[in-house]
């Protein structure tokens, strides 16, 4: 099936780095999604783009579709503790189904 | 406004069994999905349902099922379970059918002994 190649797969930062992380497909999509999700959670919604080329911000967090609709990527910006977790992009062409990356686990040193 | 409920939030059961999941979702939310999470394939679709009919179906075995009630409540259900099918499975909702986003609940932690 449809998948998507997310990196990198994890990061180690200092607390207050930026952080970047990016998503591919060969497919294009219509919808990209960035999820994050805490241990014993599920995914919650960070930010969703809808049109090729759009940037997004939420907080300290920005993401882009790509131009092609075939890639995306996530920026966070002065990293704090509780940005720890897993971070996951999500392609959507049918209304009904996502398709994930593998995911971009974050640990962040005080 | 409650989240979206998942029960049981743990199961464990043995090979041959089978299980029943159940998903209420956010109130207003009609359409519902399932998906499938280990650490080796990720998160999978497994399927759809919006006012009761299964709209889209991922590549699972004739094994998994699931149905959706008047209510938008939402179940799956897994037969003659088999070890691989130890995951954590997650219900998402959405008011539209996915196009502003789903909203997942926290899953059940299914183990198959």
């Known amino acids: 099936g449809q998948q998507l190649n997310q990196s990198p797969q994890s990061m180690f930062i200092q607390e207050g780095e930026d952080v970047s992380m990016n998503c591919t497909s060969s497919?294009?999509?219509?919808?990209w999604l960035w999820y994050k999700q805490e241990p014993g959670e599920g995914p919650v919604l960070l930010i969703a783009?809808?049109?090729?080329?759009e940037l997004t911000s939420n907080g300290r967090l920005t993401a882009q579709f790509g131009i092609t609709r075939k890639d995306s990527f996530l920026n966070i910006s002065a990293s704090i503790p509780s940005d720890v977790g897993i971070y996951f992009c999500?392609?959507?062409?049918?209304?009904?189904?996502?398709?994930f990356g593998q995911g971009t686990r974050l640990t962040i040193n005080p | 406004k409650a989240g979206v409920t998942q029960t049981p939030r743990y199961l464990i059961k043995t090979r041959g069994q089978q299980v029943t999941l159940s998903c209420s979702p956010i109130?207003?939310?009609?359409?519902v999905s399932w998906y499938q999470q280990t650490p080796g394939q990720g998160l999978q679709f497994l399927f759809e349902?919006?006012?009761?009919?299964?709209?889209n179906k991922g590549n699972f075995p004739g094994r998994f099922s699931g149905r959706q009630f008047s209510n938008s409540r939402s179940e799956m259900n897994v037969s003659t379970l088999e070890l691989g099918d130890s995951a954590l499975y997650l219900c998402?909702?959405?008011?539209?059918?996915?196009?502003?986003?789903?909203?997942f609940g926290s899953g059940t932690r299914l183990t198959v002994v």
């Open positions: 783009l809808y049109k090729a080329g």
């Open positions: 349902y919006f006012s009761e009919t299964q709209r």
């Open positions: 109130s207003g939310h009609r359409s």
């Open positions: 999500a392609g959507q062409l049918e209304a009904q189904k996502l398709v």
């Open positions: 998402a909702s959405s008011p539209s059918g996915g196009l502003y986003g789903y909203t």
């Open positions: 497919s294009i999509f219509n919808t």
